[in-house]
Nanobody, 130 residues
Framework: QVQLVESGGGSVQAGGSLRLSCAASGYKYSPTCLGWFRQAPGKEREGVAA???????RYVESLKGRFTISRDNAKNTLYLQMNGLKPEDTAMYYC????????????????????????WGRGTQVTVSS
């Protein structure tokens, strides 16, 4: 059974850093696309960054430069390095995966969209205080 488990969340002060990890298991073949999303209380889930199996990445423009996505295929683990955290980054962060090849084209053409991902983790909370 496919499973995504996020870790690395926590509470930090503004300007601090966190590194989120997402361990994927239960796959026969590695996911084509892996991504990070976040959802703040009272808001819709939004994309953060995603990466395909070729190493091509996409970021939400507003987060580019502060957040970095990376992927260790040998460990089936996705990472999100978050620097210069701001209180508005406070949210539940979710890892997502998609096995179908179509997600690569969709991701490059349309950006980081939740509808392109079919497998989700339970999330890890990030809280940034001012």
């Amino acid at each position: 059974q496919v499973q995504l488990v996020e870790s690395g969340g926590g509470s930090v002060q503004a300007g601090g850093s966190l590194r989120l990890s997402c361990a994927a298991s239960g796959y026969k073949y590695s996911p084509t696309c892996l991504g990070w999303f976040r959802q703040a209380p009272g808001k819709e889930r939004e994309g953060v960054a995603a990466m395909d199996s070729d190493g091509q990445s996409r970021y939400v423009e507003s987060l580019k430069g502060r957040f970095t996505i990376s992927r260790d295929n040998a460990k089936n683990t996705l990472y999100l390095q978050m620097n210069g955290l701001k209180p508005e980054d406070t949210a539940m962060y979710y890892c997502a995966a998609e096995l179908s090849l179509g997600c690569k084209t969709a991701m490059q053409a349309l950006g980081v969209k939740a509808l392109h991902f079919g497998i989700w983790g339970r999330g890890t909370q990030v809280t940034v205080s001012s």
